[in-house]
C-alpha cells in the first residue's frame, strides 16, 4: 500500500506522445539519504516547484513511482493555459463572498502571467504562445449571464469583453447566442513545457530518482522520514506532494471527485483555423473546449463523466471521440473534425473548481498540490509560488485562499 492509489490517469493516443523529447529517466537511490526539500511527483507541478526551489537555493531530490517524468496524467492534458476557472466569477462569488472570489480569479491571472514569463526568461519554447480565449453561453450562463460576468471581471482589471450574437458571427463565424472574449491566456506543449522546468532543475542540481513507490511517512521535530516500497528511507525538512489525480490518503477529504475526460485531435489544417486562434470552450456542464496546435490541427475535448474506472473510461474512446468530432463540426462546418488523435485521461475536480495548496493538516512541514479542474498548469505555476513562500517560512496573502480545510 502507497500513500496515493496507483490508478492509470491516461489511455489511448495523446498527440503529445506523436514528437514527444527525450523521455527523462530517473536512476534508482541504492541507500538512504538527507535533503532540504523532496518532491513527490515528476508531473508539471512537480517539475516547476523543483524548479523553483533549486533556484532559490534548496537541495532537491524528486521521487517518481513510475519509471520516468511525464507518465502520469500531465500527457494527457490539452494545456489551455487559462486564467478562468470553471466555475464563473459571479459564481464563485455566491458561494464564498465576492470579495475573496475576485482574489482567487487575480491570483489565477497572475499565475498565468508569471508561467510565460519564468518560461521565456528559462528559455522554454514548448510552443507557448499567448492566445485570447472565447467562453460561449451554454447551460451554465446565458447571454445575460455573461454580461453581468464581463462586468464583474471587468471590475477587477480582468480583460474581458461581452460580444453578442452579431459580434460573434462577425468576429469568429460562430452561431451563438453570445460570448466573453477575454485576453492574456495561452497555450503550450504540456510534455515540452514540464521537461523543460524538469531539466532546469535537474541542471541547476536537483536529484531525479525513478521508481520508487513512497508507502509510508514518520513527521518528527527535526524533519520528515518517507519510506519508499524497496526499503530507502529519505531525510528531508520538508516534502511536497505532487501526486495529481493520485489523490493522497494523507489530505482532509474536500468532497473532490475524480472525472473521467476525452480528447481528440484533427489533421494538420492551418488555413481553416477561426481568427486568432482562440482557446474556446463553453459556459456548460459538460463543456466543450478547443484549441489549435503550432502546426495547425485543432485539439478539442470534452464529454466528462464522472467516474474513475478505467477500463470504463478507456472502452469509450471511440464514442466519445465520434461526438466530440460531431460538436466540433456542428461549431465550425468548414473544418475536417475527423480524429487523427484520441485520447482519455482522469482529474480531480473540486466543487467551486479552485485548488487546494498548501500545509497537510498534522504534518508539520508537508505540503500538498491538488490542482482541480480545468486550470491544472496554471495552478501548477501558483502552488509553485505558495510553497516555495511556505518552504522559507513565508505566508503570502493568497495562502489561506487555496490552503486545505
Known sequence: MGLTPKRDLRDGHAIWAANAPPAILGTRLQRSTRTDVVVVGAGISGAIIAQSLTQAGKRVLVVERRRAALLGSTAASTALLQFEL?????????????????????????????????????????????R??????????????????????????????????????????????????????????????????????????????????????????????????????????????????????????????????????????????????????????????????ADGRVICGGEDEEFSDAEKRDALIARKSQRIEHKLQRLFPALDARAVYSWAGSFGASPRGMPSIGSIPGYPRCYAVMGYGGNGITFSMLASRLITAAVFGRTLPETKLFAFQ
Open 132 to 293: 485570447p480565449s472565447l467562453y460561449l453561453a451554454g447551460n451554465v450562463l446565458d447571454a445575460r449571464g455573461l454580461k453581468h460576468e464581463a462586468a464583474q471581471r471587468q471590475r477587477i482589471g480582468l480583460a474581458s469583453e461581452y460580444l453578442d450574437r452579431q459580434a460573434l458571427r462577425h468576429h469568429f463565424g460562430i452561431m451563438r447566442a453570445a460570448a466573453l472574449l477575454n485576453h492574456g491566456n495561452a497555450e503550450a506543449n504540456p510534455v515540452e513545457l514540464a521537461a523543460g522546468y524538469l531539466r532546469h532543475a535537474i541542471n541547476a542540481g536537483a536529484r531525479f530518482y525513478a521508481p520508487h513507490d513512497i508507502v509510508d511517512i514518520d513527521c518528527g521535530r527535526r524533519g520528515t522520514t518517507l519510506l519508499s516500497a524497496d526499503g530507502i528511507h529519505i531525510h528531508a525538512r520538508h516534502v511536497i506532494f505532487c501526486t495529481g489525480y493520485e489523490l493522497l490518503k494523507i489530505v482532509p477529504a474536500s468532497h473532490h471527485s475524480i472525472q473521467s475526460t476525452w480528447a481528440i485531435a484533427t489533421r494538420a489544417q492551418p488555413r481553416a483555423l477561426w481568427p486568432q486562434q482562440a482557446l474556446i470552450w463553453e459556459a456548460s456542464e459538460p463543456y466543450l473546449y478547443l484549441r489549435s496546435t
Open 86 to 130: 470553471d466555475t464563473p466569477l459571479i459564481k464563485l462569488g455566491a458561494a464564498i463572498g465576492l470579495r475573496k472570489a475576485q482574489r482567487v480569479w487575480i491570483a489565477s491571472r497572475d499565475a498565468v502571467n508569471e508561467l510565460r514569463t519564468r518560461s521565456h526568461r528559462l528559455g522554454i519554447a514548448a510552443h507557448f504562445t499567448t
